[in-house]
């Protein structure tokens, strides 16, 4: 009789198992159909500001991309540009939103997994009741999986910092996908020890498939972003422990699992020192040797920005819980948190294993994200805490429908109840995030190096120390050959040797007119790197590789100037910037001339004629583009224009050509209806005007 009672329990749960595996991937494939058409309907048609310019061309030839490299996003956005699918940018912008949709439709998989584990944790009651008998409809039992998948899956679709990444070439939506999976193996792996440890008692290896499957998939995805890859292992730990306990850590299992892991991440950045021995375009670090290999993997020149001081720290926690408000959806209506609250509270009664699995993938998150300040892309550095709160929601979707049989309404109402829920949850974060995450309509950084180009004479030389040009201008020139002419020079760039072989590459002749200036601070540059505490205790050498610096800069302002006109951009004229030396040199020596998005420099103070430039402003002010306040373009973009319109106008101003100023001040408030420097120099102008 026992042997045959399991052998009918085996069969159900097969037939289960398969009913289940056919519901989860209508579910999975549900949720990834709505996102792909989301996302491709507000793709970037062109390059991005931030990192997608240097990504695409560093994914266009194979390169080496800023650390920590990012070998696995880089081979595959590779496949992806050689599609023929508009131009390289759009390939790789997609190939964003096909990782994106797959985290969303994996995402459902995880929560639904998390819900068909649900009854396998409930000890059986000993008296049924009226309530109990419609919970055992099968009807409602498939309810309280799919709806909450459903949800979960297309509330993180619809999520402010996915949905961003997935418009863009950027390489945080594959790092979600491959997080995910990773999730959803691991609670697959839970499930099957749960259904068959009432059989057996001891210790499940036949499941092990699917632990050492999630061990490559790991490793494989600290071949992207490792650091919030890496921040799920203690998740991953307690996940592990309340499932098999203390045997599993000091079990063979354990050390297979490790051993996978270590070689698909061995494995995946072997890619570093072989893309640096074929010298592609961009070579970031030019990581051939172990120990350069090392410093790129680890980040090294990021370590400045680690800090635990607890008024930083409390400030990156005030910025997070304005970019939580906001997340998934409006912040003045926030039921997408007070859904994943709730399922919170439901995880802690029902799977307490689950509730802690997602506070610990939280706590990891913020211990890790709220130490580290930087400028751009912080969002992403949250996704693994805005993966548990989607989650969390699922479980929140399950306990609003549970409630629903509490009060005893009939079926069909309860599946009006839980649409409902669902729909009014995704109407709220379609409703917060669809503006600002349409980029059908965004060629900011397009129009950025445009505009900056068509002020550069032929030849022309360009320094700046903004990254926001430097990026889309890799592309412009790398990946689209345009104006390789003009020679573009990030001036912070110049403090890393392997940039040297970028300009060689690009520019040879700027190179060799400063030749001798070029390598007198390149010689002393890599005894910095190689050494940089040396030069911290010693000032003598900190004087001498500033000095090396400063005569390399004013050799190439110099020599270059003899070719053609040299140009810079606002930022370098920051007298609190680490490049004052320069900046106060330039000021010193030449007239800055406004021109476009640039000064030019003139040996002269003469008035400069030059032609007014028209200045593309798509996205800026016209409402194509909507932005936040603390957005990249907000912040860096949207005052490089206001203040460069401004300074020409004062400049024609100067010089009494006042019907001229009035145009440019008239552009400046088109961008700032509220600029009051603007309005003055209007004023200003117009009285001249009037009375000369």
Not at 500 to 525: M, N, Q, T
Request: aromatic share 12%; with cysteine.
């Amino acid at each position: 009789m026992a042997r045959g009672a399991s052998k009918n329990e085996q069969s159900q749960k097969d037939t289960g198992t398969i009913s289940w595996s056919r519901a989860q991937l209508l579910c999975a494939g549900t949720v990834f159909l709505a996102a792909l058409l989301l996302y491709g309907w507000t793709l970037a048609p062109t390059v991005t500001l931030t990192d997608s310019g240097e990504l695409i061309v560093v994914a266009q030839g194979l390169g080496v991309a800023h650390p920590p490299g990012f070998p696995l996003w880089v081979i595959l956005a590779h496949l992806a540009s050689r599609v023929p699918l508009g131009n390289i940018a759009v390939r790789i912008n997609f190939s964003s939103a096909l990782f994106a949709a797959l985290a969303s439709a994996m995402l459902a998989l995880v929560v639904a997994e998390l819900m068909i584990t649900i009854p396998y944790l409930l000890r059986p009651k000993k008296k049924s009741a009226p309530q109990k008998k419609k919970r055992e409809d099968p009807r409602f039992a498939d309810l309280l999986i799919w709806a909450p998948a459903l949800g979960a899956g297309l509330l993180m679709a619809f999520s402010r910092t996915l949905w961003s990444y997935a418009t863009i070439a950027e390489v945080y939506t594959l790092n979600t996908l491959l997080i995910l999976i990773v999730l959803f193996l691991m609670l697959r792996w839970r499930r099957y020890v749960l259904v068959d440890r009432p059989r057996t008692g001891s210790a499940i290896t036949i499941h092990d498939r699917w632990l050492y499957v999630a061990a490559l998939v790991f490793g494989l995805a600290l071949g992207v972003h490792h650091v919030t890859v890496g921040l799920i292992l203690p998740a991953l730990g307690i996940l592990v422990y309340r499932t098999e306990g203390l045997r599993f850590f000091i079990s063979r299992r354990l050390v297979y699992a490790a051993l996978i892991s270590i070689g698909a991440l061995v494995a995946v950045y072997a890619y570093l020192p072989f893309a640096a021995s074929r010298s592609p375009v961009l070579n970031w670090g030019n990581p051939r040797s172990l120990q350069e290999i090392w410093w790129h993997i680890t980040g090294r020149q990021y370590r400045v920005f680690f800090s635990f001081s607890p008024n930083i720290m409390g400030g990156q926690f005030i910025e997070f819980c304005r970019m939580l408000l906001r997340e998934f959806g409006v912040t003045w209506l926030p039921l997408p948190l007070v859904l994943a609250f709730v399922g919170f509270v439901h995880a802690f009664k029902r799977d307490r294993t689950t509730f802690w699995f997602l506070l610990f993938i939280v706590i990891s998150d913020l211990a890790y994200a709220l130490s580290y300040e930087i400028a751009e892309d912080k969002d992403a550095y949250y996704l693994p805490t805005f993966i548990a709160i989607a989650i969390a929601s699922g479980f929140g979707l399950r306990s609003l429908i549970q409630l629903t049989v509490v009060k005893s309404m009939p079926l069909a109402k309860s599946y009006s109840v839980a649409a409902t829920a669902v729909l009014l949850t995704l109407a709220t974060a379609l409703a917060g995030n669809g503006p600002f995450n349409n980029r059908r309509h965004y060629f900011i950084a397009h129009d950025y190096v445009e505009n900056l180009l068509s002020t550069i004479e032929p030849n022309g030389l360009l320094l700046t120390q903004d990254w926001q040009v430097v990026s889309p201008m890799f592309y412009a020139q790398e990946a689209e050959q345009r104006r390789r002419d003009a020679k573009i020079v990030d001036v912070n760039l110049l403090r890393r040797s392997w940039y040297f072989d970028y300009l060689r590459h690009a520019y040879p002749g700027l190179i060799e007119r400063s030749r001798e200036k070029v390598d007198e601070f390149v010689d002393i540059l890599k005894e910095w790197e190689r050494d940089p505490g040396a030069f911290a205790r010693d000032q003598m050498l900190t004087q001498r590789i500033s000095a090396a610096f400063f005569e390399m800069l004013r050799s190439i302002v110099i020599n270059e100037s003899k070719v053609a006109p040299v140009y810079i951009t606002r930022d370098l004229l920051f007298a609190e910037t680490t490049n004052a030396e320069i900046a106060k040199w330039i000021n010193q020596t030449y007239q800055l001339v406004p021109e476009g998005l640039a000064f030019k420099l003139t040996s002269d103070p003469s008035f400069h004629e030059s032609p007014d430039p028209h200045l593309q402003t798509r996205g800026l002010a016209d409402g194509t583009v909507r932005f936040e306040n603390d957005d990249v373009i907000n912040v860096k973009v949207l005052p490089v224009y206001i203040s460069m319109l401004m300074n020409r106008g004062r400049y024609l101003a100067t010089f009494n050509q006042h019907q001229r100023a009035i145009v440019v001040f008239k552009e400046a408030l088109a961008l700032d209806p509220k600029l009051a420097a603007a309005r003055e120099g209007l004023a200003e102008s117009t009285a001249k005007l009037t009375n000369p």
